[in-house]
């Protein structure tokens, strides 16, 4: 082989190497958590009102739950593709539903190519074999409507909420036996006006919209030693125009809180011990808060303090992050105070 065909293999080669390594058509995967996403499948769905997906027989309505997977790919013309999990609001049933759209602006509107859903069938009447996963019928499940408060009161420790949370629906369920019972559902949840010092009846609390979120959870049970423990809380906001829009985003809480206050005091404490100079600061007034989900709950605090010994004051900014589990200290990602001019 001459060295004119060995240079050419080579360039053929490189090209062939950049177009896969572009992948000219390849799908490409889009955030399933980008608000304008959740905006138009949940008014495609609205659009498609009347119309009954592949798989169902008189589903004619479906409110999007959230948003399992969604890729776009160059195709003649864009085609969209998402998995989501939706809820009919005839038949109050889950489903696990695809949708297909090909985008083609220069042909007019966009064009449905595939609209299919799977009923999450039930199968609760099958026996659970030792290690064996089974969906549980969340509409008529006695074991499931027990553990509706223990379960809500678990979402509500994680999330550090002073207000009473009420489990609205399951939305799907499984069991399986490891050394216990393990339940995997998720369900929608919402909060209440209720303060849990207050101890008011469930009946007497009116549910805030802007609070319903989804939550997976896991509860471990063990009924011979009446033990239960929830090992897993993963939640988001529920997925539609009614509701609350901004993932992960800062939301103001009130400064008076008496658990905003707790957890400002128990930092302070906690700065002051370590301190190695004779200023302690005290907390005088807390003036701006505001909380954000990530990974545990995020505080961030505006305040006043002053010096205990020299009565200096200062204006103040600190960061706390409060973990999922309880058991793990909370802990300072930010703390700075700058004296107040005496002028």
């Known amino acids: 082989m001459g060295l004119n065909h060995f240079i050419l293999f080579f360039f053929l080669g490189l090209v062939q190497f950049s177009l896969g390594k572009r992948c000219l058509g ?3 995967n889009l955030d399933i958590h980008d608000q304008e996403l959740h905006d138009y499948l949940s008014k495609k769905l609205h659009d498609l009102k009347g119309v009954i997906p592949k798989g169902t027989v008189t589903e004619t309505e479906l409110e999007l739950v959230r948003v399992k997977n969604a890729q776009e790919q160059v195709v003649s013309g864009i085609q969209y593709s998402y998995q989501f999990e939706a809820i009919g609001l005839n038949s109050n049933q889950m489903y696990d539903c695809s ?3 090909l ?4 042909l007019g509107p966009d064009k449905i190519t595939e609209y299919s859903c799977n009923l999450f069938i039930s199968n609760g009447n099958r026996r659970l074999l030792p290690g064996g996963e089974i969906i ?3 509409h008529k499940d006695n074991e ?3 553990l509706k408060s ?3 009161q678990e979402i509500g420790k994680v999330q550090h909420s002073e207000y009473l949370m009420i489990v609205m629906q399951y939305l799907k369920a499984t069991k399986q036996v490891v050394e216990g019972i393990l339940i995997k559902t998720t369900v929608q949840i919402g909060i209440t006006n209720c303060h849990l010092k207050l101890n008011s009846a469930d009946a007497d609390c009116q549910h ?4 319903h979120q989804v939550c997976d959870v896991q509860v471990w049970l063990k009924p011979w030693m009446k033990f239960k423990q929830v090992t897993v809380v993963q939640c988001q906001p529920l997925q539609s125009n009614y509701f609350e829009k901004c993932v992960g985003c800062p939301i103001e809480k009130d400064p008076n809180s008496a658990f905003i206050k707790q957890s400002l005091e128990k930092t302070l404490y906690k700065l002051n011990k370590e301190s190695h100079t004779s200023q302690k600061l005290s907390l005088v007034k807390i003036n701006k ?5 990530i990974n545990g709950i995020k505080l961030t605090v505006y305040f006043d303090a002053q010096d205990a010994k020299s009565h200096r004051k200062y204006t103040c900014k600190a960061v706390i992050i409060l973990p999922p589990s309880s058991s793990e200290e909370q802990i300072e990602d930010e703390f700075n105070c700058t004296p107040v001019s005496a002028y």
């Open 26 to 28: 390849c799908p490409k």
């Open 99 to 101: 949708l297909k759209v």
């Open 103 to 106: 985008r083609q602006p220069w």
């Open 136 to 138: 549980i019928d969340v």
């Open 144 to 146: 499931l409507e027990e």
């Open 150 to 152: 223990f379960i809500s």
């Open 208 to 211: 805030k919209l802007q609070g």
């Open 289 to 293: 808060a505001t909380s954000q989900v």
